[in-house]
């Protein structure tokens, strides 16, 4: 099937939720699609993902033209007990600038880097 990111097996150190905040701190107008494909999840699942961040109010967004634009609360901390008093900006600004280190390194680099 087209368009379905390729499943994964075994765990992994973020969660699904986790990608998809960071994903939208990095574009906050990306669309679902391209969300979806930066995080290998279907676009359904970004969908209920956003809906459940909306819901505990980590996310916000506004309708512009055909497009959302979201807005992240930094100040919302986070749910586990193991990170009380740990805040969302936190959280994203490891993962927002990793990335985009990751994204400046050149290809054989980037591969020697995730072994």
């Not at 359904?44 to 609360?73: C, F, M, P, W």
């Not at 936190?90 to 993962?95: C, F, I, Q, R, W």
């Amino acid at each position: 099937m087209e368009g379905v990111p390729e499943p994964h097996t075994g765990w992994t150190f973020l969660t699904n939720h986790a990608r998809v905040l960071a994903a939208i701190a990095d574009n906050h107008s990306a669309r679902i699609r391209d969300i979806a494909a930066h995080c290998r999840l279907t676009e359904r699942a970004v969908q209920k993902i956003i809906s459940d961040l909306e819901q505990d109010g980590y996310l916000s967004h506004t309708r512009e033209g055909r497009g959302n634009v979201y807005s992240i609360d930094p100040g919302k901390v986070l749910r586990h007990p193991a990170e009380a008093g740990l805040t969302v900006a936190s959280l994203l600004s490891l993962l927002v600038q990793d990335e985009a280190d990751r994204s400046q390194l050149p290809g054989p680099a980037r591969s020697a880097e995730a072994r």
